[in-house]
């Protein structure tokens, strides 16, 4: 039961990836897509690496919370699950989500391996009849004690009811405190973040009690198998707890107790969840698994919760955030970047309109978007529409091309474990540093006066943006494809073994067609949210914008000041002039978006000058 980080790292053995089953009493939400993008961002990179991936996500379809809300629609559970699941899988298309396989708990399937996974927990003593009383919350679909209620609630805020004493089976998960113990710490690197590992090993050595598994008070869910027939009304069937049922889903998919493709990708390579079903995740599922003798998954990896404004989102207060929506306004390759880019993956974040205008049109339309459309324009324009051939590489072409061809090595560890939005940033690195290279190279003056340097800089553009294109397929599948099919990159070359590969590099000569925008500039009908709070609101936006992305917005708009001088300088004509000044004013538009005041440039110190001394 050895665990090697090269498990969910880079190397080509197959990979399995779960998100946790989505609860059909929910409507798809950012949470759901975060987690499930997640994924898909893990899955498409490993493909990439050329491993065999298999990303599973699904629903979670029994227990009496479901019961209850059917009984309140006046339908059966069966109708109500069939009709919110789809909302799940109707989320997979909007998001462009990759996974090889969507599961549901009330598939035969799903019943048949958590039948398989219960009678061998029987089979090795670990299960027992005895009678449970106490907290329960239905919301949850938890057991708490008393002392970890809240002012009579449960931990997170949910109500709790007092259940009377009734029959239960147990598992006997207090005899597995002190091994749980030891395999996290033979496997230090089985929960991430470190923070949640903290938490569960605080957890665990609190003291584990035999954990209750079947309920009789409902009949909505799994029938646990081979008890005793009943002997009247008072002797009810015991259904299966629910968080055994659901968590057994991350086997049933693979056609547990075998199959090939159990045997392919189990045990899994990494599965993803929330910080709030961490401990069913990391305590439950691994003793259940270790009692049943299988091995347990290579990794749990707990994200944070998204706010909106620096508010907790709720149905309440009327800020629940539609992916749907999200995805209508701003396009979904802005979204899936934002919400990989935005905040360090693990922690809390805050979703606001004000940041995902940044990042639609500060980043990626204007630093990548019109970085793109700037190449290729002048390649289109100036080269006869194909690649051209590079002459003689100065130490700037060389530092920018080496900077390129070691994104994917930076990349690849952060994306191994699961630090994607540094992953994102390594990027960034790069885009930034290609538009101080075509400021500073200035290819339209260069035209004019050394057409083989000319040449040159816009060849060794190309071949940045190659790079970034390929290194940008997980995160924008539909992007990067259109940025490589405007780069002439064969659908072949399209991998990140094709990034080292000599006849992949973009071939002088290739025909390249007139190039088209990756990313329009998004305009909100509806005043944004920080704007209606007026100028409290704006003061707020600039001391909340991160200093380090205000300073490179400087740095780039004094940037594109330059080459508008330098065109102006050199007699440029309009068609080479108007994109670099729409390439100033639209970073100049992104700076008040992100700190809510005007661009104000420096301005130089200017000399008094003297006044004469009357004689």
């Known amino acids: 039961m050895a665990m090697s980080s090269s498990t ?9 990836v779960t998100t946790p ?25 490993m493909r990439l690496e050329g491993r065999e991936v298999y990303f599973l996500t699904g629903t979670d379809e029994h227990g009496q919370k479901v019961q209850q809300s059917a009984e309140k ?33 009330t598939e035969q399937r799903h019943k048949d391996a958590v039948v398989e996974l219960w009678r061998k927990l029987e089979a090795k003593g670990q299960i027992y009849l005895g009678a449970y009383e106490g907290w329960y919350s239905v919301r949850d679909e938890a057991y708490y004690t008393e002392s970890e209620l809240v002012d009579g609630k449960a931990p997170t805020g949910a109500e ?7 029959p239960s089976y147990f598992f006997k998960l207090s005899e597995w405190g002190d091994k749980l113990l030891q395999y996290y710490d033979e496997h230090p690197d089985f929960i991430g973040p470190n923070s949640r590992r903290n ?14 598994i079947s309920r009789t008070t409902f009949d909505w869910g799994i029938t646990v198998p081979d008890q005793p027939a009943p002997t009247g009304d008072d002797d009810p069937d015991h259904i299966m707890y629910v968080w055994v049922d ?48 299988l091995d347990p998954p290579q990794r749990i990896f707990a994200h944070g919760w998204w706010t909106r404004d620096g508010q907790k989102i709720s149905k309440s207060i009327g800020n629940v955030i539609d992916p749907n929506e999200l995805v209508a306004t701003f396009g979904v390759d802005q979204v899936r970047y934002f919400l990989m880019a935005e905040v360090p993956f693990g922690q809390d974040g805050d979703y606001s309109e004000t940041a995902m205008l940044a990042t639609a049109n500060g980043f990626l339309a204007n630093a990548l978007g019109n970085l793109q459309m700037r190449v290729m324009s002048l390649v289109h324009k100036n080269c006869e529409g194909a690649v051209p051939e590079p002459g003689p590489l100065s130490a700037d072409d060389e530092a920018m091309l080496e900077a390129a061809r070691a994104l994917h090595g930076k990349m690849a560890p952060l994306v191994a474990c699961q630090s994607l939005n540094k992953a994102c940033r390594e990027m960034e690195i790069v885009v930034r540093m290609a538009n101080k290279y075509i400021d500073e190279q200035a290819p339209w003056a260069l035209k004019k006066t050394d057409v083989s340097r000319m040449k040159t800089v816009l060849w060794t553009l190309m071949e940045t943006l190659r790079h970034v294109a390929v290194c940008c397929l997980p995160l924008m599948p539909a992007s990067a494809d259109c940025m490589l099919d405007q780069l002439a ?32 500039r998004i305009e909100l009908d509806a005043p944004l949210v920080a704007d209606e709070r007026g100028a409290e609101g704006e003061a707020a936006a600039a001391r909340a ?4 992305t205000v300073e490179a917005l400087r740095t780039e708009i004094a940037a594109a000041g330059d080459a508008v001088r330098v065109a102006k300088t050199s007699g440029a004509d309009k068609g080479t002039l108007q994109p670099l000044v729409d390439a100033l004013l639209a970073k100049k538009a992104d700076f008040l978006e992100l700190t809510g005041t005007p661009f104000d440039p420096p301005k130089s110190k200017k000399k008094k000058k003297s006044k004469g001394v009357a004689m």
């Open 21 to 45: 089953i989505y609860y059909v009493n929910d409507k798809p939400h950012i949470g759901h897509a975060y987690t499930t993008l997640a994924c898909d961002v893990i899955s498409r990179w």
């Open 199 to 212: 938490e569960v090993v605080s957890f665990v050595k609190g003291g584990l009690r035999d954990l209750s």
């Open 545 to 548: 914008a991160d200093p380090v």
């Open 246 to 293: 659901a968590l057994t889903n991350y086997l049933s998919a693979l056609g547990f107790p075998g199959g090939d493709k159990f045997e392919t990708f189990w045990p899994a390579g990494v599965q993803m969840v929330g910080k709030d079903i961490i401990r069913f995740h990391a305590v439950y599922w691994p003793a259940l698994l270790l009692a049943a003798g």
């Open 73 to 105: 629609n006046d339908v059966s559970p069966q109708e109500w699950c069939d009709r919110n699941s789809q909302a799940f899988r109707d989320l997979i298309e909007v998001m462009n989500f990759s996974n090889d396989d969507f599961i549901r708990t």
């Open 8 to 16: 969910w790292g880079a190397d080509n053995t197959p990979f399995y």
């Open 489 to 520: 990159v064969k659908p072949e070359h399209r991998t990140f073994s094709s990034l080292r590969l000599a006849e992949a590099v973009v071939a002088a000569g290739t025909p390249v067609n007139k190039p088209t925008g990756l990313f329009p």
């Open 160 to 166: 709790v009811e007092w259940v009377v004493k009734e």
